[in-house]
């Protein structure tokens, strides 16, 4: 089992900056994919990014690149989600997401480990 704790959510005007951070712990080591998706009300869960544990290969929706960045610390377990130039349609609550296998990076169903979300908002 892997657990994930999400944190850094907020209210944040347009044009403003947040770092989410997502700490996982329990079975790490087997760790292939952590990703971010957002779901924002009446909306589907929806990719946002993700980077591999081991490699850090990165990848991205088209709609955040540019202004997100993913990053990892393996040393803490830790993913980050930097995003810059917020706009308010990025408002959303945030899921960091784990998977121990090789998946289709994009689709939230094929990750099996979720955190319990935070909460953005960007204000216009």
């Known amino acids: 089992q892997v657990q994930l704790v999400e944190s850094g959510g907020g209210l944040v005007q347009a044009g403003g900056s947040l770092r989410l951070s997502c700490v996982a712990s329990g079975r790490t080591f087997g760790i292939y994919v952590m990703g971010w998706f957002r779901q924002a009300p009446g909306k589907e869960r929806e990719f946002v990014a993700a980077?591999?544990?081991?490699?850090?290969?990165?990848y991205y929706t088209d709609s955040v690149k540019g202004r997100f960045t993913i990053s990892r610390d393996n040393a803490k377990n830790t993913v980050y989600l930097q995003m810059n130039s917020l706009k308010p349609v990025d408002t959303a609550v945030y899921y960091c997401a784990a998977e121990t296998s090789v998946v289709l990076i994009s689709d939230p169903a094929k990750y099996h480990y979720w955190g319990q979300g935070t909460q953005v908002t960007v204000s216009s």
């Open positions: 980077i591999t544990w081991s490699g850090g290969r990165t």
